[in-house]
């Protein structure tokens, strides 16, 4: 108790001391910032009163374009911040606002895949997926989703729903099995190509490094880089064999 009485009598006599000779500090801190040629103080003083602070007219004329710059400065950076507040919040707002994605049952997203089919709307039928929907889902007539999206000529979400897991099953409508075996092959197809084009680019980069080792490199790895390019070279020959197989089985569901 004597303690807590002395520390308390303790603090307010710094406390009280320091207030005691705040005023004086300040005005000796204030006397030398005007005594200063360039000090802030003295420009302001300058162009508040002059005379009494014996400025020269050289210092009144910096006062003024110093002073009017300083507040310019001021200005702006004020307007900034409001600026950038407003959008803060406005920002804020909109997020706020926004309005959440709904949720799906897997029941409502399997229709919401069929829609999406029947609309030919590719982000839809995402959404569906994203949601939970079956990419097998049969509808009311014991169609698949792949046979809705085949029976309306729809190669693109046809590859979608082949991507998604979509079985290709055959069904008794001759016409979607004929569709859906269509856009396999050209699924198939695609997918080909693409290797092919990767396998390309992968044969430019492996020529490039033989070329460089040839003039003056590791032999051990000029002799590996030359069998690899020479596997490369085998694997896009059977690609093109590949490729010009299923066109031909392409061409002959088409023309069946």
């Keep these: 108790m004597k303690k807590s009485v002395i520390t308390s009598l303790l603090v307010v006599s710094i406390f009280t001391g320091l207030l005691d000779a705040a005023p004086a500090w300040w ?10 040629p360039g000090g802030i103080a003295r420009k302001w003083h300058c162009v508040k009163n002059p005379d009494h602070y014996n400025c020269t007219p050289q210092e009144r004329a910096s006062a003024k374009i110093w002073i009017t710059g300083a ?25 706020d606002k926004a309005v959440e994605l709904p949720r799906y049952t897997p029941d409502q997203a399997n ?19 994203d949601s939970g929907a079956n990419v097998n889902f049969r509808s009311a007539v014991g169609w698949s989703a792949l046979e809705e999206a085949a029976n309306r000529d729809n190669l693109e979400m046809v590859y979608l729903l082949l991507e998604r897991g979509a079985f290709p099953a055959l ?10 075996k269509a856009a396999i092959l050209v699924y198939k197809l695609n997918q080909l190509r693409r290797d092919k084009d990767r396998m390309a680019k992968s044969q430019i980069k492996l020529r490039q490094e ?12 000029l002799r590996s880089k030359t069998g690899d390019l020479a596997r490369l070279n085998d694997q896009a020959k059977r690609i093109s064999t590949q490729i010009k197989d299923v066109q031909g089985q392409l061409s002959r569901v088409i023309n069946r």
Excluded: C, P, W
């Design 27 to 36: 005005n000796n801190m204030t006397n030398k910032l005007r005594s200063v």
């Design 71 to 95: 507040t310019a400065v001021t200005i702006a950076a004020v307007l900034a911040l409001v600026g950038i507040k407003m959008a803060a919040s406005e920002v804020k707002q909109v997020q």
């Design 111 to 129: 229709i919401l895949l069929l829609q999406g089919i029947y609309a030919h709307n590719l982000n839809q039928v995402k959404i569906a997926f």
């Design 171 to 180: 069904t008794n409508d001759v016409a979607a099995a004929i569709r859906i």
């Design 210 to 221: 033989i070329d460089r080792l040839s003039q003056g490199g590791n032999k051990n790895m």
